[in-house]
């Protein structure tokens, strides 16, 4: 019985461990100029796909300017959604 309390244990520490290096090698140094960039399209008359192109196309134009590592697109939209969802909630 301890030994699979073991596992659970081990196994939540390496899913909070990835996730902790998700959010400080992704988002942490992108995330305030990204909830700035979708604040400002927000004030625009952008429909839903062209907001989310040019919040997508600005904060890669950011990544690139500030020399960042590439973020894969398929993350880079999941952060664009999370972030949206939190000032759409007003958490940000």
């Known amino acids: 019985m301890s030994m699979s309390i073991f596992k659970w244990f081990t196994s939540l520490w390496g899913k909070l461990n990835w996730l902790v290096n998700f959010i400080y090698v992704y988002i942490s140094p992108i995330y305030s100029q990204l909830v700035a960039i979708i604040k400002e399209v927000q004030s625009t008359n952008l429909e839903d ?9 600005k904060i890669t134009d950011f990544i690139q300017a500030q020399g960042l590592n590439k973020i894969p697109d398929s993350i880079l939209n999941c952060i664009i959604e999370i972030t949206y969802q939190l000032i759409k909630q007003k958490k940000a």
Request: cysteine-free.
């Open 49 to 57: 796909d062209a907001a989310r192109k040019a919040v997508f196309q």
